[in-house]
């Protein structure tokens, strides 16, 4: 059966219950008489022990909310009962009382008591030893040990105890936060990259369908010929948008969920990875002269293979280049692919038409691209260079050392 609310853990309500119990038990020993005197005086009335043991009880019921006053009351009453010869019950209680002032005072309480108890058994000892005259006398000692150090040693125990799980609930709460802290970066991390490739599969496709689009419906007096040329484009960059975001879809799917979970590649890459690489640049560039922007291709060096990672990003960084080149240059532009011993370096140069296409975005793509080097521990930069914008990445084709 459980305890009502008022008597629970840590409750005011069970600290004036044990001080109520502890009045009991000594009322007890003072009814029945068996509450004998430490040392007796006959000139002393019985009645005189009940204010200590009601003090002492107090401060029982005190040792949560006032630890050091409950100390105290409850060693005040200790010495009055002692100058009256000393009684039972109230030295039994205030070892209850010492063990609630190491478990809940300050530290600074506890190591006070430990010396002072410690301190008090020893000039106990030998007190008795020389007033007795015999070794007997450090039974004076003993006394004090059981009555105070023991108390205090457990109490003492107690508190590290309940420190140190304390401690370890902290620690856990703290490891809980941090891990969910990690998760939850995981996760914006992880929806960051998949923005950054959804804007990578679809943006390029879409903006050339915008484009041509847009002149379709802008320019008047367009013959049969240039309309089809235009719907060509449209339909071809419409259909590769298409495939590419099948092929994100399929590796977004949960295993079981319909259809083949293609592995990733080197540091996480896409599927696509398997086509989009930097080799299929020339049908990139096809792609993008359809659309009318007109390409120069230059190759430096020697083409060889490149790591899976590389390899996409190389890509994608040629093909969002080349699309802002379609959005926002004069209609013309420089692809270079410099292959090097320890990396590829790739270059977009092409003139700005002030105003652009008429399109607008957000930033993502040169982010992007910014990211995708970085991650490779490549270097990337985009601005104004010569009259011109130049897009310009270095790709570590191999490790250092």
Same mark, same amino acid.
Request: glycine letters at 12%; proline letters at 6%; one cysteine or more.
């Given at each position: 059966?459980?305890?009502?609310?008022?008597?629970?853990?840590?409750?005011?309500?069970?600290?004036?219950?044990?001080?109520?119990?502890?009045?009991?038990?000594?009322?007890?020993?003072?009814?029945?008489?068996?509450?004998?005197?430490?040392?007796?005086?006959?000139?002393?009335?019985?009645?005189?022990?009940?204010?200590?043991?009601?003090?002492?009880?107090?401060?029982?019921?005190?040792?949560?909310?006032?630890?050091?006053?409950?100390? *105290? $009351?409850?060693? =005040?009453? #200790? !010495? /009055?009962?002692?100058? @009256?010869?000393?009684? %039972?019950?109230? &030295?039994? +209680?205030?070892?209850?009382?010492?063990?609630?002032?190491?478990?809940?005072?300050?530290?600074?309480?506890?190591?006070?008591?430990?010396?002072?108890?410690?301190?008090?058994?020893?000039?106990?000892?030998?007190?008795?030893?020389?007033?007795?005259?015999?070794?007997? *006398? $450090?039974?004076? =000692?003993? #006394? !004090? /040990?059981?009555?105070? @150090?023991?108390?205090? %040693?457990?109490? &003492?125990? +107690?508190?590290?105890?309940?420190?140190?799980?304390?401690?370890?609930?902290?620690?856990?709460?703290?490891?809980?936060?941090?891990?969910?802290?990690?998760?939850?970066?995981?996760?914006?991390?992880?929806?960051?990259?998949?923005?950054?490739?959804?804007?990578?599969?679809?943006?390029?496709?879409?903006?050339? !369908?915008?484009?041509?689009?847009?002149?379709?419906?802008?320019?008047?007096?367009?013959?049969?010929?240039?309309?089809?040329?235009?719907?060509?484009?449209?339909?071809?960059?419409?259909?590769?948008?298409?495939?590419?975001?099948?092929?994100?879809?399929?590796?977004?799917?949960?295993?079981?969920?319909?259809?083949?979970?293609?592995?990733?590649?080197?540091?996480?890459?896409?599927?696509?990875?398997?086509?989009?690489?930097?080799?299929?640049?020339?049908?990139?560039?096809?792609?993008?002269?359809?659309?009318?922007?007109?390409?120069?291709?230059?190759?430096?060096?020697?083409?060889?293979?490149?790591?899976?990672?590389?390899?996409?990003?190389?890509?994608?960084?040629?093909?969002?280049?080349?699309?802002?080149?379609?959005?926002?240059?004069?209609?013309?532009?420089?692809?270079?692919?410099?292959?090097?011993?320890?990396?590829?370096?790739?270059?977009?140069?092409?003139?700005?038409?002030?105003?652009?296409?008429?399109?607008?975005?957000?930033?993502?793509?040169?982010?992007?691209?910014?990211?995708?080097?970085?991650?490779?521990?490549?270097?990337?930069?985009?601005?104004?260079?010569?009259?011109?914008?130049?897009?310009?990445?270095?790709?570590?084709?191999?490790?250092?050392?």
């Amino acid at each position: 059966m459980r305890p009502p609310p008022w008597l629970g853990s840590g409750t005011l309500g069970r600290d004036l219950a044990l001080a109520g119990a502890s009045l009991a038990g000594g009322l007890v020993l003072w009814t029945l008489g068996w509450q004998p005197q430490i040392r007796p005086h006959p000139d002393v009335p019985p009645a005189l022990f009940l204010p200590p043991l009601l003090a002492v009880c107090v401060a029982v019921g005190l040792r949560r909310v006032a630890p050091r006053a409950s100390l *105290g $009351v409850g060693t =005040g009453a #200790l !010495v /009055v009962d002692i100058a @009256l010869g000393g009684s %039972l019950g109230t &030295i039994l +209680v205030y070892t209850q009382v010492l063990y609630d002032a190491c478990v809940y005072g300050p530290a600074r309480l506890w190591r006070w008591l430990l010396r002072a108890t410690v301190g008090l058994s020893l000039v106990g000892a030998v007190v008795g030893v020389l007033l007795s005259d015999e070794w007997r *006398g $450090v039974a004076v =000692g003993v #006394l !004090v /040990v059981l009555v105070g @150090l023991l108390p205090v %040693l457990t109490g &003492i125990s +107690v508190r590290q105890y309940r420190d140190q799980a304390a401690a370890e609930r902290a620690r856990a709460e703290q490891t809980a936060r941090l891990v969910e802290l990690d998760r939850w970066q995981a996760v914006s991390a992880e929806r960051a990259r998949m923005a950054r490739e959804l804007h990578d599969v679809v943006a390029n496709h879409l903006s050339a !369908v915008a484009i041509h689009a847009t002149a379709v419906l802008s320019v008047p007096g367009l013959d049969r010929g240039q309309v089809e040329s235009a719907l060509r484009v449209i339909r071809e960059s419409s259909v590769q948008g298409l495939a590419e975001m099948r092929q994100m879809i399929e590796l977004l799917r949960e295993p079981g969920a319909g259809g083949t979970r293609t592995p990733a590649g080197d540091g996480g890459a896409l599927p696509e990875a398997a086509t989009a690489r930097l080799a299929e640049a020339d049908r990139l560039v096809e792609r993008i002269r359809a659309a009318g922007l007109a390409v120069r291709v230059r190759t430096d060096g020697t083409p060889g293979p490149l790591p899976v990672g590389v390899d996409l990003a190389a890509y994608r960084i040629v093909q969002e280049s080349l699309t802002n080149a379609l959005k926002h240059g004069a209609g013309e532009a420089e692809l270079t692919i410099a292959y090097r011993p320890t990396e590829v370096v790739l270059t977009v140069e092409n003139p700005v038409r002030r105003g652009g296409a008429g399109l607008t975005g957000a930033g993502a793509g040169l982010i992007g691209m910014r990211e995708r080097a970085t991650l490779l521990a490549g270097r990337f930069d985009a601005g104004p260079h010569d009259g011109r914008w130049r897009v310009r990445a270095a790709l570590p084709t191999r490790e250092d050392g």
